[in-house]
């Protein structure tokens, strides 16, 4: 256990995200005492009995009061009412933060409520989480070893950054920093999509089989592909009214790689459909 990196941590939105963060924090001693607010009274009491904050607010005001980190993570489409009511407190010198899978709109928003404390506030993005949700799901080594990606604006003051780095390297995550563009870019590749067509090729099946038939007949191809079709729908619909523009960008983009599929297949193209698959499975040893 190191000392303390800082006096009182607020985290709010005690789901698996804030959850785990504040636990994590909290095991490690990395805060003198760890606020939970939530607006779910069940959250809280749990919260507390499971030992993920040391104790609970059901006002973000009250919870606000001598904070020095205010963590968010809220769904993202709450972001802006959380923001906009922490505009109205006074939180002196207090850094903020959140977890949105999306950073183009939170900081948007961040930017139009905050003002000039918009520079203490430092968007992040932890990759990580699972088909879990809820408080019950908290984890204080959920972040071991995974990425958390910082996405700093120009005018993001340079200790804010540092701290809210420092608690994420505390809790052993792989920090990077990156514009807040590339995240929304890299994010909507290699994870909106995939979950787009993951739900969408479910709920296509779905509805053109009789009583959901043809699933008795998938087999580990067809469970390894589908897995996050079991994640928490309301979540992905926040995350794709968030980040509208770049997964479009790489929709439409994966939509004509479709099509050129399809016509292959069409013609009997054998030629090109190898030659696909195997660009493919060296591009997949990369990074499995
Ligand atoms: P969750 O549903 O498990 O928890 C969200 C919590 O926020 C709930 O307890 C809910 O009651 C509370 N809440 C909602 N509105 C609130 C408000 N206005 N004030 C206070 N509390 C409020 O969700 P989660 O999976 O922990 O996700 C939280 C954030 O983290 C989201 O922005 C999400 O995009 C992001 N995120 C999620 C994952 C993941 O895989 N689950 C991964 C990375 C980032």
């Known amino acids: 256990r190191s000392a303390p990196l800082v006096g009182r941590l ?45 104790r609970c607010e059901s006002e973000l005001a009250a919870a606000c009061v001598g904070a020095d980190v205010i963590m968010l993570a809220v769904p993202i489409l709450a972001m802006e009412k959380v923001l906009a009511q922490l505009a109205d407190l006074d939180l002196g010198a207090a850094v903020l933060t959140d977890a949105g899978s999306a950073k183009g709109n939170v900081v948007r928003a961040a930017r139009r409520a905050l003002g000039e404390r918009f520079a203490r506030f430092v968007p992040g993005h932890p990759i990580a989480g699972s088909e879990k949700s809820g408080v019950e799901a908290a984890n204080g080594k959920l972040y071991r070893r995974h990425k958390v990606i910082l996405t700093p604006l120009a005018e993001t003051d340079a200790g804010a950054l540092a701290l809210v780095d420092g608690l994420w390297r505390a809790l052993d995550a792989d920090v990077e920093h990156m514009s807040v563009e590339h995240h929304d870019e890299v994010l909507a590749a290699t994870s909106h999509l995939p979950h787009l067509l993951a739900f969408g090729l479910v709920d296509s099946l779905a509805h053109q089989s009789e009583n959901l038939e043809i699933f008795r007949y998938a087999a580990g191809g067809f469970r390894d592909f589908t897995r996050i079709a079991g994640s928490d729908p309301l979540m992905w619909h926040d995350i794709f009214l968030a980040n509208r523009e770049a997964v479009l960008r790489i929709l439409d ?9 399809r016509e292959a ?19 997949r040893e990369h990074f499995s």
């Open 253 to 261: 983009r994966f939509r004509s790689d479709l099509d050129v599929l």
């Open 265 to 283: 297949v069409d013609r009997g193209d054998g030629h090109h459909l190898l030659g696909v698959f195997t660009r493919a499975r060296v591009a």
């Open 10 to 54: 607020v985290v709010v939105g005690l789901g698996l995200i804030g959850g785990s963060f504040a636990k994590g924090l909290r095991e490690r001693g990395m805060c003198r005492e760890v606020v939970g607010v939530d607006l779910d009274a069940e959250s809280r009491r749990l919260a507390v009995q499971l030992g993920v904050v040391d």
